[in-house]
T-cell receptor, first 116, second 113 residues
């Protein structure tokens, strides 16, 4: 089955600096890679996702890059703000338009602290 | 559009009891997946339901079961509770089955004493 490794487990940055979280996956069949943000007392929130036919995707201050050959993908947050403080999870899975029974496998999470 | 709702939000049970958790997906979403979240193991997939059928199952004992109704609402049941079942149980809904955009509810915090 799929195995997703996520690093670092904790990350502290100064407000305004950039944060980078990295994940590796094992199953070359995986083609869908979402990132989730979980704030205290809440469920994970989908913040950005990328598919294997795309190398990079941006949404305002958030970007995700994918290297399918090396089987790793990263989340980049620029100009960090205190409200970015949360736990971030990466995940990987094979999306075949619902024809099969595949699920997402999650990394263990990164606790990001943005220091004002 | 209303998000995924889960009830109850908090639950305290005793070892050996059973518990039923409920999840209402986003309107129009037909897939519901359940996850167990613990500090040690992270987010672990329990099972997925689509069109009232279990489509996929994670590596959990048979004490964990679920079902989905015709309106896509889902319930999860855990029988003969163990201390190790204490966790945050999350459900996520999606428009279709499989590894696709999933939207999570706030979770049910289960404590087993």
């Amino acid at each position: 089955g799929e195995n997703v490794e996520q690093h670092p487990s904790t990350l502290s940055v100064q407000e305004g600096d950039s944060a980078v979280i990295k994940c590796t996956y094992s199953d070359s069949a995986s083609n869908y890679f979402p990132w989730y943000k979980q704030e205290l007392g809440k469920g994970p929130q989908l913040i950005i996702d990328i598919r294997s036919n795309v190398g990079e995707k941006k949404d305002q201050r958030i970007a995700v890059t994918l290297n399918k050959t090396a089987k790793h993908f990263s989340l980049h947050i620029t100009e960090t703000q205190p409200e970015d403080s949360a736990v971030y999870f990466c995940a990987a899975g094979e999306d075949n338009a619902g024809a099969g029974s595949y699920q997402l496998t999650f990394g263990k999470g990164t606790k990001l602290s943005v220091i004002p | 559009k209303a998000g995924v709702t889960q009830t109850p939000r908090y639950l305290i049970k005793t070892r050996g009891q059973q518990v039923t958790l409920s999840c209402s997906p986003i309107s129009g979403h037909r897939s519901v997946s359940w996850y167990q979240q613990t500090p040690g193991q992270g987010l672990q997939f329990l099972f997925e339901y689509f069109s009232e059928t279990q489509r996929n199952k994670g590596n959990f004992p048979g004490r964990f079961s679920g079902r989905q109704f015709s309106n896509s609402r889902s319930e999860m049941n855990v029988s003969t509770l163990e201390l190790g079942d204490s966790a945050l149980y999350l459900c996520a809904s999606s428009t279709r089955q499989g590894a696709y955009e999933q939207y999570f509810g706030p979770g049910t915090r289960l404590t087993v004493t």
